[in-house]
């Protein structure tokens, strides 16, 4: 089985720091962020990693480098210019060999606590109801970016809350995908909007949804979060 691992963005709101070091190779905890990744992957039995690189791809094959010492095979499917994800996610996908097993993709900023087996369990058993089912996306409840005033019917101010989770729910970048929708992807472009909506308009897309930790790293807040979240969870244990 393989999985995915997007890592080819330059990840400009993360600047300087991702001048000189890919988003996914950012450290939290004295790690990359895709060395969590591809530790999730081993423990769901993923045997095969491809990193969908382009920006400062060396930096990335110099740390991980054919996986063997990781116990894993990791080889890299490399942009000459920019495909967007759902790009970069089909050039991948056209070198697997055909397989029954869905994909795992991450996007390569995510840092999730979410057991892999548990979205490929979802994935089997959405298959086995509806052989047209094309992907499994794992959901985390949306977080609000500011803080919520509320008040009461008379606008007299009752109580505030810091960034609370509010009732949605929202693609948290990893996903199980089947092989055959790859010519459905665009060549260029996104398939968060191209094809993720499609597939949605005819029924083929499901979700498992998890409460635990997970955050997209896209600014310095959130990089810090992770970080905090990470030395008080091994504090504890």
């Known amino acids: 089985m393989y999985s995915?691992?997007?890592?080819?963005?330059?990840?400009?709101?993360?600047?300087?720091?991702?001048?000189?070091?890919?988003?996914?190779?950012?450290?939290?905890?004295?790690?990359?962020?895709?060395?969590?990744?591809?530790?999730?992957?081993?423990?769901?039995?993923?045997?095969?990693?491809?990193?969908?690189?382009?920006?400062l791809s060396s930096t990335i094959e110099k740390y991980f480098g054919d996986g063997k010492n990781l116990g894993i095979n990791i080889t890299y499917s490399v942009e000459m210019s920019p495909l967007g994800r759902g790009g970069a996610i089909r050039k991948a996908l056209s070198i697997l060999p055909l397989s029954d097993e869905p994909v795992i993709v991450f996007n390569g900023d995510v840092y999730s606590e979410f057991k892999i087996l548990n979205l490929i369990d979802r994935y089997k058993s959405s298959k086995a109801l509806n052989p047209n089912h094309a992907g499994t996306l794992l959901l985390r409840r949306?977080?609000?970016?500011?803080?919520?005033?509320?008040?009461?019917?008379?606008?007299?101010?009752?109580?505030?809350?810091?960034?609370?989770e509010l009732p949605y729910w929202i693609n948290a970048g990893v996903f199980a995908l089947n092989l055959s929708i790859r010519d459905e992807l665009p060549k260029i472009g996104d398939h968060e909007t191209e094809t993720f909506p499609r597939l949605a308009k005819e029924g083929r897309l499901g979700g498992i949804k998890t409460q635990q930790f997970c955050r997209s790293i896209d600014s310095f807040k959130d990089l810090a979060d992770v970080e905090t979240h990470m030395v008080t969870r091994k504090t504890r244990n």
């Open 142 to 164: 949306y977080q609000s970016s500011y803080g919520i005033v509320e008040i009461d019917s008379n606008d007299i101010v009752t109580a505030f809350s810091e960034k609370p």
């Open 4 to 55: 995915l691992i997007i890592a080819g963005g330059r990840g400009e709101r993360l600047r300087p720091l991702t001048d000189n070091t890919p988003k996914p190779m950012l450290q939290v905890a004295g790690k990359p962020i895709a060395y969590y990744q591809v530790q999730q992957s081993i423990l769901a039995g993923i045997t095969d990693i491809i990193f969908l690189s382009g920006y």
